[in-house]
C-alpha cells in the first residue's frame, strides 16, 4: 500500500483494494493531511516569532537569515510583534518558550512517568532556576496579607525542596527567614546541599531526605509550601495532617497546583501536565476543602495562566 500526493490530497494506492474503499480512504485523507499540514505550520509559525524576539538583542545573525525570520514572524502575526513593547515581548518569548518546550519534550518522550524522577544535573538545575519564581510569587501575595508577612521571619518549610531553587530565593529574598527543605529524591538532595553550601546562606537552609508523610515536627513551621502537582492524592491528604500538627499559629500553608484554564484544549493540557508530574489532583477547589477541613481560615487562591495558589492561615 503507499500513500502518495495528488494534487494536494492523499490517496491510497493499493492494486487489491475496491474503487468503495479507495474513495472512503481519500475522503478522510481529504481532510486528514491538510489539517496535519496547518497544525506543522502553526509550530513552525510560532517558532519563528520566538526566534525573532530572540534576534532583537542579538546583532550577530546573518542578514539573510534575519530578514527571512522576521518575514516569517510578520506573516504569524501581521503588525503585532512590531507594535509589542519590550515588556510584551519577554511575556510573548516566555509563553513561547514554554509551548516548544512542553511540546517538544511531550513528542519525544510520550511514554515517560513522572517528571522529577530524573537524573539529569542540568535537568534538575534548570527545574530549580524555574521553580524560584514560586517564592517570588509568596511575597508579593503577602503583600497584601501583613500576617503572611510575618512568617517570613519564622520558619519556611519547602516539600519538595528538590535542587533547593524556592529555598534559597527564600533565604536571599527574606534575611530574617529559616529555612527547611525536605525530599525523597537523593540526586536532587545532592544538588541542593552543593548550591546551599555555594550560596552564602547555609546558616539558613538546609535540606533533608524526608518523605513529607513521615514528617514528624510539632509546633515548629510558620509558612510551608506544598507542590501538589507533584503528589497522589493520599500523600496530599497525609501531608496536610503533618503539615498542621507541624505548624506553628497563625502559620500560612501555600498549595501549588497547575491551573485549569477555560479552554477545553488547554485544560486537557494542564491535566496531562499533572499526571505526568508526579500529581492527581486538578480542582482547586479540592485543595481548598481540604485545608478547611483541617482549619485553615481565609483560604483563596491566586491564580496565573500556569499555576494557582491557594493558600490559608490556621489560627
Ligand atoms: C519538581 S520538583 C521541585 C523542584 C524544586 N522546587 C527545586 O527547586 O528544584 C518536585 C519535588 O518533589 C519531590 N517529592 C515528591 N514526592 C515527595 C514526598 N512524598 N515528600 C517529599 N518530597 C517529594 C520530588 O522528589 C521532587 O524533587
Redesign the pocket.
Known amino acids: 500500500m503507499l500513500l502518495v500526493a495528488s494534487s494536494g490530497a492523499y490517496v491510497v494506492q493499493d492494486a487489491f483494494s475496491e474503487p468503495e474503499k479507495q474513495r472512503e480512504v481519500k475522503e478522510m485523507s481529504d481532510t486528514f493531511m491538510p489539517k496535519i499540514q496547518e497544525l506543522a505550520k502553526s509550530a513552525r509559525m510560532l517558532s519563528l516569532v520566538g526566534a525573532s524576539i530572540r534576534l532583537r538583542s542579538d546583532a550577530s545573525v546573518m542578514s539573510a537569515i534575519r530578514e527571512q525570520i522576521e518575514l516569517g514572524a510578520r506573516m504569524a502575526l501581521g503588525d503585532g510583534l512590531d507594535e509589542a513593547n519590550e515588556e510584551e515581548a519577554s511575556v510573548a518569548l516566555t509563553m513561547v518558550e514554554m509551548a516548544l518546550s512542553e511540546a517538544g519534550e511531550l513528542f519525544r518522550n510520550p511514554d515517560r512517568g513522572s517528571n522529577?524522577e530524573i537524573t539529569d544535573a542540568a535537568a534538575?538545575q534548570a527545574?530549580?532556576r524555574s521553580?524560584?519564581s514560586a517564592f517570588i510569587r509568596m511575597k508579593s501575595i503577602a503583600e497584601m496579607y501583613p500576617a503572611m508577612r510575618e512568617t517570613f521571619s519564622g520558619t519556611f518549610l519547602d516539600?519538595?525542596?528538590?535542587?533547593?531553587?524556592?529555598a534559597l530565593e527564600a533565604a536571599r529574598s527574606c534575611p530574617e527567614i529559616k529555612v527547611e527543605g525536605?525530599?525523597?529524591?537523593e540526586p536532587?538532595l545532592e544538588l541542593a546541599r552543593k548550591n546551599i553550601a555555594e550560596s552564602g546562606y547555609s546558616d539558613r537552609v538546609s535540606a533533608r531526605n524526608l518523605?513529607?508523610?513521615a514528617l514528624d515536627e510539632q509546633d515548629r513551621y510558620s509558612l510551608v509550601w506544598l507542590?501538589t502537582m507533584?503528589?497522589k492524592r493520599p500523600?496530599v491528604e497525609a501531608a496536610f495532617d503533618r503539615i498542621v500538627r507541624a505548624s506553628v499559629h497563625n502559620a500560612y500553608l501555600v498549595a501549588g497546583i497547575y491551573t485549569q484554564p477555560a479552554d477545553p484544549f488547554l485544560a486537557l493540557m494542564a491535566n496531562l501536565r499533572t499526571l505526568r508530574s508526579?500529581g492527581e489532583i486538578t480542582d482547586p477547589l479540592e485543595i481548598k476543602t481540604m485545608m478547611e477541613a483541617r482549619g485553615y481560615v481565609e483560604v483563596e487562591l491566586s491564580v496565573t495562566p500556569i499555576a494557582t495558589f491557594v493558600f490559608g492561615r490556621l489560627p
Open positions: 522529577w534538575m527545574m530549580g521553580s524560584k516539600v519538595g525542596t528538590g535542587v533547593a531553587g524556592i525536605i525530599d525523597i529524591w536532587a518523605d513529607v508523610c507542590p507533584f503528589l500523600i508526579g
